[in-house]
């Protein structure tokens, strides 16, 4: 109950406060220096974090979950060292010192420049800090929480704009290769800690529609992107690049306030992107930025009706940035197929990569937006698309450009494939089915884990979406893809390991047979039920047959991953469609398949996956309990070598024909344990012992 909830923090409240004061000290250098020192921030674990980003992360949870149960406690502990801190950064400017083009920190004794490094650092994390208690300030507490919230984004913005209007990541210091990355760092950090607050501002933007006077929202935003938009420069350090670059993609996509295109600073951003003769910006910034730009044009503004929108102006300014942007590439050329080596020249080359990783991006940014912001995007897009089209035939045996490609065409199927139209999906899927011949197929997939095979693997992803996809549209569609699957992938896939390729060949097999069930049995499984023993309608029968031999194939082999997966598909395919008790899965295949993964269960080569093994059995002998016993486990019991006819006798009789899935369980487990024993002693036993 909630009394006791609260009684029980009364109860601790000074121990969680002295938790909380203990934590934030020993993350400060000013108080814990010489242990802070030796934790190691160069060497990356697994997780992409260093040793002293793990140790902060770690603390500032302990930060978050006490203030999460005292929040005024949490802020009347953090603010007084964060202000100490930033009162020290904020007073920076009387040290710079002017030399014609240069500027010089003019900080220079030894204990200053220790002491300020301790601030700095200190400074940085405190910052990190703010911005992990945002959560608490958004929501059903974001009234009586908004002056506390606002005085904090309002501190943020202050900081931010000081960083950008000084710049102090381009001033001279003492000891560069400290003081450099720490004034760099708390610029980052504090462009960080306002972009967590986005979902803050998000907030207070669909509160201030609903108000006339927004001029507080307005002149925060306004000083938001002065203190970002000069950030995004080439000449910028990447790290502070980047985190501008993020809290530009927050604001179009988290805040969208309605005025922010209009802002004379992303008016500049526009020309900076669109200018073709401008000093480019690193790969990943530029595609960032570019998601940021689309993002106002494209998506719908909070709180505002569909006729407010400006739809009309906002696509044909999408249409300009997109035509923009895409002017090189839709300029390449395009040359006989018999001449492919014009588009391998590097500039071709790095066009290409760039113009089609922004163009995914932009696209993966709306994917679940609404259909108008959808159909906007694919307007402006269409253009490129035929060209990316035109240009895959040349590419396809440079395996770099075609993973960019097919990249690009999975993001659109996955999320513009209404908008594409069922005629001009069919012609991309049938371009792609006539490159990939066999002996491309091969020459890609039999290099594991290199470009070409990841081409492959990226075509089967695509071929999934085409077929999941409802109604009849792309069904004529599927006697090539099964063809391609059987006929041309499985092949070249079945004896060899190929992980990555076999996976995504058995999720297409999968999808074809769960999706297009009527393809292959005409009935459904209710009307199959009423005419219980009729005749059922099957069509294309050698390509089912195939598919459920390329599964059963897949039990024999080693790799437990594949072995699992294949295992689920064929239960969620009896499941969902009575796989097992299908007339010709019954007939031909059924006794087969427990065959196989009562072999599986005795070699002890799955042993992690015993209990989903068993429950497989269970559910393919369950279709016809009385023939398992009488028939199936005799045969099986007689193709065991390395037994005498009392062992097999005893065995079957301690099989008892039980019809529930623990005792059935209990029997399979006794059977195989007792196989394996009766095995083990006969062979030990000395030739001519017994006779076999």
Known sequence: ??????????????????????????????????????????????????????????????????????????????????????DIYLGLQQFIVTTGASRRLNITAEADCRKLHCALRDLSSLLQAVGRLA??????????????????????????????????YDVETAVPSVLKPDLIDVHAQSLAALQAYSHWLAQFCSEVQRQQDQTQFVDLITSTMAATTPLISAKVPEKLLLSACHLLVSMATTVRPVFLVSLRTIQNIFNLITDNHSHQLPPEAHVLVCRALSNMLLLPWACLPESEQQWPSRSSSHARLLSTLTQQYRLLPRPPADSPKNTSGLDCKAVMKQTLSVLRDLVNSISGESTKSRQICYQSLQESVQVSLALFPLCIQ?????????????????????????????????????????????????????????????????????????????????????????????????????????AEMFELLFQILHQNWRFFFKSSVLSSVQRAGAEEQMENQAQFTAAMQAFGQSFLQPDIHIFKQNLSYLETLNTKHKLYHRKLFRSTMLFHFINVLLQVLLHKSHDLLQEDITVAVYNMAAVDFTTFYSSFLPEFLNGCQGLDPHQRATLARNFTPERDLPSFTQSVYRLVNDLRYYRLCNGSLPPGTLKL
């Open 1 to 86: 109950p909630l009394s006791f909830s609260l009684s029980y923090v009364e109860k601790y409240k000074d121990a969680l406060v002295l938790l909380l004061r203990e934590v934030l000290n020993r993350i400060q250098f000013r108080s814990n220096q010489s242990q802070l020192e030796e934790l190691d921030d160069e060497t990356l674990d697994d997780d992409q974090q260093t040793e002293w980003q793990r140790y902060l992360r770690q603390s500032l949870e302990v930060v978050a979950k006490v203030m999460e149960l005292l929040p005024s406690q949490t802020f009347s502990a953090l603010f007084p060292v964060l202000q100490e801190d930033l």
């Open 135 to 168: 959560e608490f300030f958004t929501g059903d507490v974001f009234t009586p929480r908004f002056s506390d919230a606002l005085a904090i984004v309002q501190r943020l913005v202050e900081v931010t704009c000081y960083g950008s209007q000084i710049s102090l």
């Open 398 to 502: 440079q395996p770099d450009i075609t993973d960019e490609m097919l990249s690009f065409f999975l993001t659109l199927f996955q999320a513009l494939r209404v908008q594409m139209g069922v005629a001009f999906t069919e012609q991309i899927i049938q371009t792609f089915l006539s490159m990939f011949t066999r002996e491309q197929l091969a020459i890609s997939i039999l290099q594991e884990g290199s470009a070409g095979s990841k081409v492959v693997q990226k075509f089967l992803k695509i071929l999934q979406v085409v077929v999941q996809e409802p109604g009849q549209a792309f069904k004529p569609l599927l006697p090539s893809i099964l063809s391609l699957c059987m006929e041309q992938v499985y092949p070249i896939v079945a004896e060899r390991s190929c992980p990555d390729v076999k």
